[in-house]
């Protein structure tokens, strides 16, 4: 049984839009045609892709979602194969679509976006960042190749390397009465309003840490914003726990925050490199993968986690100047 491209590409617009009559108005080609693209599509399964709601678009079926989901890997590796086409004979070319979870987005992919753009200019790379359960859907339904996400919550579809370990640190106002220790207790902090990063799967974390150590936080503020997060800290409206640490004090508000190792033994997060099990990864989101290994690897961009004490170090400076 054989699909065209262009079928593909009319059925995978239908399930993005949730509607012909607006599939085909972003297709440009008349509703008819896309009509009869997919409904010749479900003869020849002898399966029904969507089920049509009167008025009310269309949505997928079990099966139609699996069918849109292998639809737009082999949409990428056609796209991939023409521009390796127009440029037989020159360096790797290509783009490719990598998500992240928000947090190790704005950590690290500053750094790995303009790194990656300087050994491998004729990659393009677009990001789309999100929670956790963002980042696996959209590994699932095939929007991004490749992405720099925790180890929470993995359905067997998907696989990954890890890359690096990130214990929990306490984050306080620079002015807090623990500062200035070299480590704290969860215990000695628990009494005091707690600010939650309050994202899927994260939130659970977090919690956990609490239950290791016997105690239960007092939740003054929920918020999805990392750097929000820090600017209440910073401005002693509580305390929070971070994993993936900036490498500045200040926040975005102007306050400063300092980052301090926790007494007890809790357990790091592990982050990971993940891709869908079932797809061959195409070379450029091969290249971009080994370029995220070698990155963490001892002696890359990221191993050592020495910006700890630099951070303190560059709060004194900032201070200096107040």
Known sequence: MQ????????????????????????????????SSALNAAEEALGIQLFVRHHARGVTPTVAGRRFVNEARLLLKQARDFERSIDSLGASMTGEITVGAFVTLATRYMPGLLSEFATRMPGITVRLKEGNQQEVVEDLLTGRTELALAYAYALPGEIEGERLIDLPPYLLLSADHPAASKPAVSL?????????????????????NLFMTCGVLPKIIYRSQSYELIRGLVGRSCGYTIHNALPGTSLTYDGSFVTARPIVEKLPAVQVMCLHLGRSRMRPAVQTFAHFLEEAFAPGGMFHSDTHLMSLDAKARRAEAVY
């Open 3 to 34: 699909f065209s491209l262009r079928t593909l590409k009319y059925i995978v617009a239908i399930a993005d839009t949730g509607a012909m009559t607006e599939a085909a108005r972003q297709l440009n080609i008349s509703q008819p045609s896309i």
């Open 187 to 207: 215990k000695e902090v628990a009494g005091e309003p707690f600010i939650l990063l309050d994202l899927p799967h994260s939130r659970d974390y977090f919690m």
